[in-house]
């Protein structure tokens, strides 16, 4: 893979990364016992608010595992290779998720 279609994917990870980042920070949830809640209903809602934050960051945190392998896997010289077969990501592919670390065809026999 050519140098500038690297960097442009290098660059579209950092960028990614930096999103996840920042979403992560901002659904930290606040330490326990910093709020009175005025009502049962007030406290239930919080919680379940609280819940979707959460599953919200474990989903960024996921996320940004994969976008920091595929930025180890660019440092390596692996990266667009496909983990398992190690056949060639199809561009098209990395275009729209570049920190995919299988190809098409193994995603499809793994995702299942
Ligand atoms: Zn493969």
Not at 34 to 45: L, P
Not at 73 to 80: A, D, H, I, W
Not at 92 to 99: K, N, Q, T
Request: hydrophobic share 35%; proline share 5%.
């Amino acid at each position: 893979m050519n140098p500038r279609r690297l960097q442009g994917f290098r660059d579209a990870l950092l960028a990614e990364r930096a999103r996840l980042v920042q979403e992560i920070e901002e659904v930290e949830p606040e330490p326990p016992g910093q709020t009175t809640y005025g009502s049962q209903a007030a406290a239930a809602s919080h919680v379940s608010a609280q819940q979707r934050d959460l599953a919200l960051r474990d989903r960024a945190e996921r996320q940004k595992a994969q976008v920091d392998a595929a930025l180890e896997r660019l440092e390596e010289g692996t990266f667009g290779r496909c983990r398992s077969c190690g056949d060639p990501i199809a561009e098209e592919r990395l275009d729209a998720l570049p920190w995919a670390a299988l190809c098409i065809d193994c995603q499809r026999k793994e995702g299942r």
